[in-house]
């Protein structure tokens, strides 16, 4: 370990465990009672850190009522485990990032993070090649839009957008306050206030066709209001939910359903045969239909009634074509 490193860790284990012993400090560091003394001294005398020795607790601490803040450490470090965090962190990012759309915005970043590892001996380019994010829903956007997004959101003012829905093969041009960026199922959603329809929506951005950013301030709507909308009913098809879903999975399904959040609110149960029970509200059911449909013979659906009868509907139609 570096000397800059044994200064960074020595601050790191103070504010962290605020009374640290003299021996967790030689274990840790694997340095004797000298060379710990020593950098002790370093930290006092030129980074202008508070250190004392509290009698009472056994240990080194920082004084009461001292900045921490304001202590002067020379460079940036990492340790070897928070070196990898940050790699890996930085290339799932890039690799999430399977339309491109902030590609091009985090490549400083890459450099900024190789710069600081250049040293490390678990370089950066060896990290990323052992770790892989396969994307296999993402649709194509546009960055040009995402950017202009981004700064509607930044700077909380309107946009003015042309939006393809494909459910309904048309085209609107829509005023719309922004409220916050989803990246849901490989792809970007941006939930907004859409002054057209006068209600909360959600758009997905390959959707988005152009993008403007006016002068207008966004009209604010309350987390609360927003959580309600969009996150209380199943997945991206948001509002308030009106039912509640029953489904029953094969002891077979349910070794990998039992572990899958399907709903922030769901309830789980397992029955004596082995059976996997899951229950959620939802408000839309196309997102809903397509999951359950997906599993085949290996779930039932219980209830509601609608629901079965969609499900139903939908096998008779998949069963025609063939």
Same mark, same amino acid.
């Given at each position: ?9 020595? =601050?790191?284990?103070? %504010?962290? !465990? ?6 967790? #400090?030689?274990?840790? /560091? ?11 001294? #370093?930290?006092?005398? !030129? ?9 009472? /607790?056994?240990? @080194? ?93 930044? =700077?909380?003012? !309107? ?5 393809? +829905?494909?459910? =309904?093969?048309?085209?609107?041009? &829509?005023?719309?306050?922004? %409220? &916050?960026?989803? @990246? @849901? ?15 909360? !929506? ?27 909308? #969009? ?34 609110? %769901? ?7 082995? @059976? ?7 408000? %839309? ?7 359950? /449909? =997906? ?14 009868? &969609? ?8 069963? +025609?074509?063939?």
């Amino acid at each position: 370990m570096s000397n800059m490193e044994r200064l960074h860790r020595i =601050k790191y284990m103070l %504010q962290h !465990r605020k009374c640290v012993p003299i021996e967790d #400090f030689m274990t840790e /560091l694997e340095v004797s009672k000298a060379t710990f003394k020593r950098d002790l001294e #370093f930290l006092r005398s !030129r980074s202008k850190a508070d250190i004392e020795y509290d009698r009472f /607790l056994g240990g @080194y601490k920082f004084k009461d009522g001292s900045d921490v803040n304001k202590i002067e450490m020379t460079g940036l470090w990492f340790s070897e485990k928070e070196a990898t965090a940050l790699v890996l962190m930085q290339h799932l990012l890039s690799s999430l990032d399977q339309g491109g759309l902030i590609g091009p915005h985090i490549e400083p970043l890459t450099a900024i993070i190789d710069g600081i590892l250049g040293q490390s001996e678990a370089t950066t380019k060896e990290l990323r090649k052992r770790i892989k994010v396969l994307g296999m829903g993402s649709r194509k956007n546009s960055i040009e839009n995402f950017s202009e997004i981004g700064a509607a959101l930044l =700077k909380r003012n !309107r946009l003015v957008i042309k939006y393809y +829905a494909k459910s =309904k093969d048309e085209e609107t041009e &829509r005023e719309i306050s922004p %409220q &916050r960026l989803i @990246y @849901y199922r490989e792809n970007w959603y941006l939930d907004g206030y859409c002054h057209m329809r006068e209600g909360l !929506r959600s758009f997905a951005l390959d959707g988005i066709r152009s993008a403007i950013l006016t002068n207008t301030k966004a009209q604010e709507i309350s987390d609360k209001e927003c959580q309600e909308h #969009f996150a209380e009913s199943y997945g991206i098809f948001s509002g308030k939910a009106t039912k509640r879903a029953k489904l029953r999975f094969t002891p077979e399904h349910a070794r990998w359903v039992s572990g899958e959040n399907w709903h922030g609110q %769901q309830v789980g149960s397992f029955d004596k045969e082995g @059976y996997f029970n899951l229950e959620f509200d939802y408000n %839309q059911d196309p997102e809903l239909l397509m999951d359950i /449909l =997906k599993h085949g013979s290996g779930v039932e659906v219980i209830g509601p009634a609608s629901l079965k009868s &969609r499900v139903k509907e939908e096998l008779k139609k998949t069963l +025609a074509n063939y």
